[in-house]
């Protein structure tokens, strides 16, 4: 049973990066597709982007200018890096996996971490 | 980009009842259409994907239905832990986007 867990700051302040790390466990982060998204406080799920294991991203246009996402196969781990936060980065962030190419269904989910941003 | 539009927002049912929750997606999406159960401080977790196919380990009560723009969820006898918030989701094409999410509350 894979099992992904998000970490890093919780606090960012307006302007600076927000850099979070996605630990994949009880699986291999070969050929699946990794994904981030957000829930702002009381709005619904945004698709941040997703990474497959190869390396290939696909971002969500509205936030591409901003972000980059990568892995780190020897450590199991998958990075966001959103550039140039403003308050309304402010979100439950989520990692994902999709298994397979073919529904890109999300099986696996981290349990989120806020990260608030706020001088 | 595909807006997901679902509906009702809201909806109050009982332990035991039918409950079906509509998605409509602003340009046909075929059949790549997932449904996802969210609750407060917990991963969300995946129902049915394809539209029409369920999640392993997903109870039965639990079906989707529809292709092209019109897609149901339905949860055939309401058991207490299904009080959630439902989401659609398309992943046809980038973005992936979201429905705004039903909540499901106690009547």
Request: proline share 5%; hydrophobic share 30%; with cysteine.
């Amino acid at each position: 049973q894979v099992q992904l867990q998000e970490s890093g700051p919780g606090l960012v302040k307006p302007s600076e990066t927000l850099s979070l790390t996605c630990t994949v466990s009880g699986g291999s982060l070969s050929y699946h597709y990794w994904s981030w998204i957000r829930q702002p406080p009381g709005e619904g799920l945004e698709w941040i982007g997703y990474i497959y294991y190869s390396g290939s991203t696909y971002y969500n246009p509205s936030l591409k200018s901003r972000l980059t996402i990568s892995t780190d196969t020897s450590k199991n781990q998958f990075f966001l890096r959103l550039d140039s936060v403003t308050a309304a980065d402010t979100a439950v962030y989520y990692c994902a996996r999709a298994p397979d190419r073919k529904w890109l269904r999300l099986d696996s989910w981290g349990q989120g971490t806020l990260v608030t941003v706020s001088s | 980009d595909i807006q997901m539009t679902q509906s009702p927002s809201s909806l109050s049912a009982s332990v035991g009842d039918s409950v079906t929750i509509t998605c409509r997606a602003s340009q046909s999406i075929s059949t790549y259409l997932n449904w996802y159960q969210g609750k407060p401080g917990k991963a969300p977790k995946v129902l049915i994907y394809g539209a029409s196919n369920l999640q392993s380990g997903v109870p039965s009560r639990f079906s989707g239905s529809g292709s092209g723009t019109d897609f149901t969820l339905t949860i055939s006898s309401l058991q207490p832990e299904d009080f959630a918030t439902y989401y659609c989701q398309q992943s046809l094409s980038i973005p992936w986007t979201f429905g705004q999410g039903t909540k499901v509350e106690v009547k």
